[in-house]
C-alpha cells in the first residue's frame, strides 16, 4: 500500500531535487534547520508566512503548486491560502460552493463543472 503524499514529503523531494541539504535550505528560506525537520516530518503544519518562499525556492509552478497548497492546506486544518481570500471576496463562489455541499456533488459533477470553466468565455 503506497504513502499518500504529504506536504513534508512534497518539500522533502522537492528540496533533494535540488540538491540542497535540509541545513542549507533552512538558511536559504530564513528558518531553523530543526523547524524544517519537523515540517517535512509532518510534525508541523505549513508555515502560511513562509509558504511564498518555498515556492520560490523550490521554483514550484504549475500543477505542482495547485498540489503543493493543497497540502499545506490539510496541514493547516483545511485552510486553503491560496484562494481563502478569492473565496471571501467573492459573494457567489460561496454561493456556488454552498450549494455544492448542499447538493452534494459527485467528483464527476465537479469534473462538469471545472470542464465548462476552462472553456473560453462565450460572448459576455
Not at 530543526?34 to 509532518?42: N, S
Not at 510534525?43 to 495547485?66: H, Q, S, Y
Request: charged fraction near 35%; aromatic fraction near 8%; charge should be negative.
Amino acid at each position: 500500500m503506497e504513502k499518500e503524499l504529504t506536504f513534508g514529503d512534497f518539500i522533502k523531494q522537492r528540496r533533494e531535487s535540488i540538491g540542497k541539504s535540509l541545513r542549507d535550505f533552512a538558511v536559504e528560506i530564513d528558518i531553523g534547520s530543526t523547524y524544517l525537520f519537523d515540517i517535512e516530518k509532518g510534525n508541523r503544519p505549513a508555515p502560511e508566512k513562509k509558504l511564498d518562499t518555498f515556492i520560490e525556492a523550490l521554483n514550484i509552478t504549475g500543477d505542482d503548486l495547485n498540489t503543493f497548497y493543497d497540502l499545506a492546506g490539510k496541514t493547516r486544518n483545511n485552510h486553503f491560502h491560496d484562494i481563502q481570500d478569492y473565496i471571501g471576496k467573492t459573494d457567489l463562489a460561496r454561493v456556488a460552493l454552498r450549494t455544492a455541499k448542499n447538493k452534494n456533488l459527485s467528483d464527476n459533477r465537479w469534473r462538469e463543472i471545472i470542464s465548462l470553466m476552462e472553456k473560453p468565455p462565450e460572448n459576455e
